[in-house]
């Protein structure tokens, strides 16, 4: 009885084993070859540079100072940024009569944030709604211009953004010193994060690439420091910043770059924040009189296209020894 109930048993989860499928075997994820790649910003930062990972090449490459104004490119998005790598800051000098001669000196000017956020910019909520359009508050900003890459003053404007209608940006600017007033209109460009203008050309020029097309942006921005006694400064550095479009990035120092997987991924924060990376994977060395690359920092970056990579920093100057070069090295996971 005992045999026969021990065949009964084993015939059954025969049966039963039968009708399940075999674990398939998932191969294991393959990763992509480690790649290196130099990224000219140039000695005294002269360019801006766009960089994908998901390629492996520089998008675009623009001479820094060629842009002023982004406009916002988001259907509902009306944010006006500064193009921070030139150290631009702007006052916002209330509802006074436009294009009348104006003096700064002793006012405190604004300027961007470096995390990004639309919503918090120098020049802010510059617009109420009216219905469909967005209309102004009829305020004059001072803009200043920052500096080029030797440290020149590039110049002040006054501007007046009088709407947004039908996709498209409408406003006045002028010397703030007095001079001829122009206008000019903006139209959004759905292609873009940010479409750019610049004041002294007077017209919108070429800035970032599509937004789909690159992760990562190299050059110089302006962000707060602080002194050691806690007091706060805007200050020009020199670092990488992410792509607004949906690029996250998460800062490793555990984990020895070579050891990092796709595993990784789960057990670190991401953060949106475009400074995630930023300047300090490197600091001046007083000693020796050059910049060296903290050891242990390690990136992982979520692109564009929801690859993700891990990336360090191997050098900050090219084969001739000069700086503003910073070198890369970065594997898809």
Excluded at 19 to 45: I, M, S
Excluded at 162 to 181: E, I, M, N, Q, V
Aim: aromatic residues 14%; glycine residues 8%.
């Amino acid at each position: 009885m005992k045999l026969l109930s021990s065949l009964l048993l084993l015939v059954t989860a025969i049966a039963l084993g039968s009708c399940f499928k075999e674990d398939e075997k998932v191969p294991p994820h393959a990763r992509g070859e480690v790649k290196t790649d130099t990224v000219p910003l140039t000695e005294n930062y002269r360019y801006q540079v766009w960089y994908s990972l998901d390629s492996g090449t520089i998008v675009r490459k623009e001479i820094k100072t060629n842009f002023d104004l982004g406009f916002d490119c988001r259907p509902n998005g009306a944010a006006i940024i500064l193009n921070t790598a030139d150290f631009m800051k702007v006052i916002d000098l209330g509802e006074v009569p436009f294009g009348k001669t104006y003096d700064t000196t002793g006012l405190v000017m604004r300027f961007d944030k470096s995390d990004g956020n639309p919503d918090s910019t120098a020049i802010d909520r510059w617009y109420r709604v009216e219905g469909g359009d967005t209309v102004s508050n009829h305020h004059v900003y001072a803009v200043s211009r920052g500096l080029d890459e030797l440290g020149n003053p590039l110049g002040l404007y006054q501007v007046i953004f009088d709407s947004l209608s039908a996709g498209k940006y409408y406003f006045r600017f002028a010397p703030l010193h007095g001079g001829t007033a122009s206008s000019a209109v903006v139209a959004k460009d759905p292609a873009v994060n940010f479409t750019w203008f610049s004041l002294p050309l007077e017209i919108p020029v070429t800035g970032e690439p599509p937004k789909g097309s690159y992760d990562l942006v190299f050059g110089q921005y302006t962000t707060m420091l602080y002194t050691d006694l806690g007091q706060p400064y805007p200050y020009l550095v020199t670092g990488v910043l992410l792509n607004r479009n949906g690029v996250t990035a998460a800062v490793d120092t555990i984990h020895p770059f070579l050891s990092i997987t796709r595993e990784t991924v789960q057990s670190i924060p991401f953060s949106a924040a475009l400074d995630r990376i930023g300047y300090d994977w490197k600091y001046y060395n007083f000693t020796t009189g050059v910049y060296t690359i903290r050891p242990g920092l390690s990136y992982i970056v979520r692109t564009v296209s929801g690859q993700y990579f891990k990336m360090r920093f191997t050098a900050f100057y090219n084969r001739n020894g000069l700086k503003g070069y910073p070198v890369i090295e970065y594997q898809a996971l």
